[in-house]
T-cell receptor, first 117, second 111 residues
């Protein structure tokens, strides 16, 4: 149980392109989803938290106009990297939980490797 | 400032050689401490949640313990398939589900 699917697993695109990443909870309803960024040999850094039907809450230093987050349903959240540049290249990971059932662990997708040329 | 520090950064073990990974934390109010396993190119896989000092949890060759300042992940008689990065994370407040992660311990188990 508690399966989170992330798509695509890898994206390579040109500078200036906008890229959309999908995160789906397959067997539970995700009231809350999180988007992280991970650089090689570094820890996961939280970018934003989104609650279903509400605007996302962004961490300090994360540009909300650059990283657009939509969480329109209890099973799907999307992260759109707008006008991506080489410095946006990273490993993006989503996680999800259903906070209606107490203090649940976050369950993670398998990440998206984004490479901007 | 809430902070999580993991040590060692990397650990090489012979198959069957037991050891422990450390996670030290400083938080304003611990809501929960989480251990995850991460394989290369994959997302973290949930292992354990610990809520209060003295609590212990076990799963196969892994055992997690918690004190007021740190947590240990004990690996008993590890196998090569236990090779991965082990991440520790804390929930530092009752007002948020936000996790603060350490940088992880990269474990390699050799046959």
């Amino acid at each position: 149980g508690a399966v989170v699917s992330q798509h695509p697993s890898r994206v390579i695109c040109k500078s200036g392109t906008s890229v959309k990443i999908e995160c789906r909870s397959l067997d539970f309803q995700a009231t809350t989803m999180f988007w992280y960024r991970q650089f090689p040999k570094q820890s996961l850094m939280l970018m934003a938290t989104s609650n279903e039907g509400s605007k996302a809450t962004y961490e300090q230093g994360v540009e909300k106009d650059k990283f657009l987050i939509n969480h329109a349903s209890l099973t799907l959240s999307t992260l759109t990297v707008t006008s991506a540049h080489p410095e946006d290249s990273s490993f993006y990971i989503c996680s999800a939980l259903d906070r209606r059932y107490g203090n649940q662990p976050q369950h993670f997708g398998d990440g998206t490797r984004l490479s901007i040329l | 400032e809430d902070q999580v520090t993991q040590s060692p950064e990397a650990l090489r073990l012979q198959e069957g050689e037991s050891s422990s990974l450390n996670c030290s934390y400083t938080v304003s109010g611990l809501r929960g401490l989480f251990w995850y396993r991460q394989d290369p190119g994959k997302g973290p896989e949930f292992l354990f949640t610990l809520y209060s000092a003295g609590e212990e949890k076990e799963k196969e060759r892994l055992k997690a313990t918690l004190t007021k300042k740190e947590s240990f992940l004990h690996i008993t008689a590890p196998k090569p398939e236990d090779s991965a990065t082990y991440l520790c994370a804390v929930q530092a407040s009752w007002n948020t589900d936000k996790l603060i992660f350490g940088t992880g311990t990269r474990l390699q188990v050799f046959p």
